[in-house]
């Protein structure tokens, strides 16, 4: 499903929240009123406190990159079959981050893809007791600085096959950086991208822009996709943290 996001009125990023829990769990949108923030709040409780049920990727990071991220983390989404897509979505596409060398890894966990210098590996989604011992023997990965300052950066997905007809398209990343720390990015980035890749949004061989801004608010552009969050410091509002434009033909 995509949608175009208006300017990022208050209204406009409940109505994105309640998108994002529609379509992925039209249980929770019948029982909450999605219109309001307390009712978003409400559905958000209530997917907390299911725990561990639901389908769960794990991440194992030696170090971050910003830009390969993004590669890697399309690159993983593109990999995943349809069953599994469809389960992972409907637990919003839950991942958890967890510090440590896959290279040391690899051998005893089926990574389901690594990136190629190693800084990061992927588990295939399933059941998060699936990763338990995973889980166990690594600590989460905990980056509280903020995202170090970076141009804006050209990341071309690799080549691989496409739908038919799709010509290769751009789409601009927008990560807002104030009062974000790395780990938060991590999972803003991770779901912006990991949803619009199992909505078909980015396909093999295309290129995403990435752009560090300090918030997305008045930015010049049409979104397709936004990671809607709540204002740490400022109870009842939320704030967009990263956002996917709409695309653009590649030359």
């Known amino acids: 499903m995509t949608t175009t996001v208006a300017p990022l009125t208050q209204e406009c990023l409940r109505e994105q929240a309640a998108v994002r829990i529609r379509t992925a769990r039209p249980d929770l949108a019948a029982r909450h009123d999605l219109t309001s923030y307390d009712g978003l709040v409400a559905a958000r409780s209530d997917m907390t406190a299911e725990g561990d049920a639901g ?5 194992v990071l030696r170090n971050f990159d910003l830009a390969r991220w993004v590669r890697d983390t399309c690159v993983f989404a593109l990999g995943v079959g349809p069953q599994q897509a469809a389960d992972w979505r409907t637990s919003f596409t ?3 981050f967890l510090a440590g060398n896959p290279a040391q890894l690899r051998e005893r966990f089926p990574f389901a ?3 190629d210098d190693d800084s990061a590996a992927w588990t295939a989604p399933g059941p ?3 990763t338990s011992s995973l889980r166990r023997l690594l600590k989460l990965f905990h980056a509280p600085a903020g995202l170090p300052a970076r141009p804006d950066t050209l990341v071309e997905i690799p080549d691989g096959p496409r739908p038919s007809g799709r010509p290769r398209a751009r789409r601009d990343l927008y990560v807002a950086t104030a009062d974000c720390s790395i780990s938060e990015a991590l999972v803003h980035v991770n779901h912006v991208l990991a949803e619009a890749v199992l909505d078909g949004l980015i396909a093999p061989g295309d290129h995403v822009a990435v752009h560090q801004v300090p918030r997305l608010a008045g930015l010049p552009v049409r979104l397709a996709k936004v990671r809607v969050t709540t204002e740490k ?3 009842g509002r939320l704030k967009a943290a990263a956002g996917l434009t709409e695309e ?4």
């Open 248 to 251: 653009a033909l590649v030359a």
């Open 233 to 235: 410091h400022s109870p």
């Open 128 to 130: 998060a007791a699936g």
């Open 94 to 96: 839950r991942t958890a």
């Open 55 to 59: 389908t769960l990727v794990t991440v």
């Open 113 to 115: 893809h690594l990136a």
